[in-house]
């Protein structure tokens, strides 16, 4: 008997979770979360804090190319 394994993969952005830097910078290599900006552009707090996935059961995959960073999650079932 043979047994057909299907497996799913959901792709998801990665998240900013803390709310000191909530605004998710894309870029080339790994995003990174920013400080909120004020009334001029500038932003409310120094530095940046790096991105996660939302889902803890997911593997973060940096595009370092291009500015594609995801969080994949698969879910297989046999068949």
């Not at 830097?21 to 552009?41: E, K």
């Not at 940046?48 to 698969?74: E, N």
């Given at each position: 008997?043979?047994?057909?394994?299907?497996?799913?993969?959901?792709?998801?952005?990665?998240i900013c979770s803390e709310p000191s830097h909530d605004r998710l910078i894309v870029q080339p290599g790994r995003d990174?979360?920013?400080?909120?900006?004020d009334n001029r552009g500038q932003p409310r707090a120094p530095g940046f804090l790096p991105t996660m996935c939302a889902d803890p059961r997911a593997i973060?995959?940096?595009?370092?190319?291009?500015?594609?960073?995801?969080?994949?999650?698969?879910?297989?079932?046999r068949t």
């Amino acid at each position: 008997m043979h047994h057909l394994t299907l497996v799913a993969a959901l792709l998801v952005a990665p998240i900013c979770s803390e709310p000191s830097h909530d605004r998710l910078i894309v870029q080339p290599g790994r995003d990174v979360c920013g400080a909120p900006l004020d009334n001029r552009g500038q932003p409310r707090a120094p530095g940046f804090l790096p991105t996660m996935c939302a889902d803890p059961r997911a593997i973060y995959r940096v595009d370092s190319t291009r500015s594609a960073d995801v969080c994949v999650r698969t879910e297989g079932a046999r068949t």
